[in-house]
């Protein structure tokens, strides 16, 4: 039997990454599993997009002026862009921890929890912070293993910890969190635009050309009008919505998590300690920070041991692969206490090892025409550790 | 009684991991990145304290530059938005070039200090920005026991 040398390509480390996110592009494009709501998204703007420019675009190009559908073009391409960007980066995922520190900060609690007697249940596992005269709970991660920044959540869809996270939103098949939050308003504000624009420039299409022909003959010769208005009409109720609620949100320092759970909602005396109490500095802080790096290393490569990443430059060719999510048992020779449950939404029975979480699933609510302030069609699932 | 390392190279080599300390961070001032710097007794019998609080000094320094919103960060954001941020496929953010001089910064803090005494610092980055992971090295030589006792610390933080 013939040795036969195998080069294997090298193992990149989002290949390993637990969590239920897919992988495109050898980990440089990362997204949700459900891609199905996002494809819908893309191909209505693809298509309203299409049919203005194929049935208004040349009418009006002459009747009216030129820079309409140039306009139009530039808005289209920064829409896609923002929608792009949003998709397929890192909203804020927070690395699970490796196996020596989730003992350590297991070690810390155990300590802290002192003498728990037996058949009684241990405290629940919180810390206290004062954030600017106010004190934040730290709630701790059963499936990351790890106590949870100030305005991190966990997101059951994608099974991860995403850091200021606001949502997690189908129509563009990601979770929206710290690092993807202002492409998401970006896309939101761009998009109302277009859509006001392709609605506005429909009617005056229209308007102009019954004119000349008569209103019915207008709609013969151009039939996709009649399917861009309604689009455009049931588009813009939703989305508009969706912008003017995080204009709001965004204004206040707040998250979409944030604002449905109440937290800052005044009730004891609760205030929310990230807001600077100004809109323009709010504002300033939300959308004109640095942009945060991705702490998920999904390019570097694995070596046999896992141990130091490297980065280098295989000559992989793209590849479509769907992550492997490999939940990550811990190694850990600290005895986990049995029976542990969360603080306030008890779930009992909840094994030591690989936590699965349960998920009470808010429906999404789709856009309906009827309600002027049709907000969120938001899927805002989070587990309830 | 600190073991003594000349350099890097030699440490890992030679050495074996005894255990490890998590500086965790310090979340006073909302959610920008710094880390806590209270001294870990672990660290009482192998450096001085006052350069490791010189070294979190330094880093706390750098990311709160990193995070700075000022004229530079909004020149930046008002550019990349311009260009649909397809301008940051080409060009590194200011994060990421501090991020750099982190990594460098500490990789100069180990070999100049914490090697010679079987310490390494780990770059925050690799571990998701919640801690600065130190890890306390023994000589092969010596019985050592992997022993993960930390003392007991509140779980409170400050």
């Known amino acids: 039997m013939s040795a036969v040398m195998i080069i294997r390509k090298p193992t990149r480390k989002w290949e390993k990454l637990p969590g239920k996110n897919t992988f495109c592009c050898d980990g440089r494009v990362m997204m949700a599993r459900q891609k199905g709501v996002f494809y819908l998204t893309l191909f209505l703007i693809v298509g309203t997009c299409s049919l203005f420019f194929a049935f208004e675009c040349p009418y009006l190009a002459v009747h009216l002026s030129p820079a309409i559908p140039v306009f139009a073009v530039l808005l289209f391409i920064f829409v896609m862009a923002m929608l792009l960007r949003t998709s397929f980066s890192d909203p804020g995922v927070l690395p699970r921890a490796l196996p020596e520190e989730a003992n350590f900060i297991e070690m810390e609690i155990e300590a802290a929890n002192g003498n728990v007697l037996a058949g009684q249940r241990p405290p629940p596992r919180i810390k206290n912070v004062q954030i600017n005269n106010q004190i934040v709970k730290l709630k701790y991660c059963y499936t990351c293993k790890i106590f949870r920044p100030p305005r991190a959540s966990h997101c059951s869809i994608c099974d991860n910890c995403v850091d200021r996270f606001d949502h997690h939103c189908p129509w563009v098949g990601n979770c929206v969190g710290k690092r993807n939050y202002r492409y998401f308003y970006l896309f939101t504000l761009s998009l109302s635009l277009l859509t006001i624009y392709i609605f506005a420039f429909n009617i005056v299409h229209v308007v102009l050309r019954s004119v000349d022909s008569g209103f019915v003959n207008t709609l013969k010769e151009t039939p996709g009008t009649v399917l861009e208005v309604l689009v455009c009409f049931f588009t813009i109720w939703s989305v508009v919505g969706l912008t003017g609620f995080h204009t709001y949100l965004i204004s206040l320092n707040q998250t979409t998590n944030e604002d449905i759970k109440g937290s800052w909602s005044g009730k004891n005396r609760v205030q929310n300690p990230y807001s600077h109490k100004n809109i323009i500095k709010n504002c300033c802080e939300v959308l004109c920070s640095p942009t945060f790096p991705s702490v998920l290393d999904r390019r570097g490569v694995m070596l046999e041991d896992s141990s130091s990443p490297t980065h280098s430059d295989a000559s992989a060719a793209s590849t479509h692969k769907s992550s492997n999510p490999v939940s990550q048992t811990t190694k850990s020779s600290a005895p986990l206490i049995p029976n542990e449950h969360t603080p306030d939404e008890a779930k009992p029975g909840i094994g030591a090892g690989t936590q699965k979480s349960t998920s009470s699933p808010k429906g999404e609510k789709p856009p309906s025409p009827t309600s002027p302030n049709a907000v969120a069609p938001a899927v805002i699932k989070e587990s309830t550790h | ?158």
Not at chain 2, 71 to 88: D, H, K, N, R, V
Not at chain 2, 136 to 141: A, H, L, P, R, V
Request: proline letters at 3%; one cysteine or more.
């Open chain 2, 1 to 158: 009684m600190a073991t003594e390392f000349h350099n890097l190279q030699e440490l890992r080599h030679s050495a074996s991991l005894a255990t490890k300390v998590f500086i965790q961070r310090d979340y006073r001032d909302s959610t920008i990145c710094k880390f806590q710097t209270k001294f870990p007794a672990e660290l009482d019998s192998r450096i001085e304290r006052s350069l490791f609080e010189e070294t979190l000094k330094t880093l706390n320094c750098y990311y709160a530059e990193a995070e700075k919103i000022g004229g530079q960060s909004y020149l930046e954001g008002c550019l990349a938005c311009a260009t649909a941020y397809i301008i940051f496929l080409c060009m590194e953010t200011r994060y990421e070039k501090i991020l750099k001089k982190i990594s460098m910064y500490i990789q100069e803090q180990n070999e100049k200090i914490y090697a010679p005494r079987g310490l390494l610092l780990t770059d925050p980055i690799e571990r998701g920005m919640r801690v600065i992971e130190i890890s306390i090295f023994e000589d092969s030589g010596s019985t050592s026991s992997s022993s993960s006792g930390s003392s007991p610390s509140s779980s409170t933080a400050q």
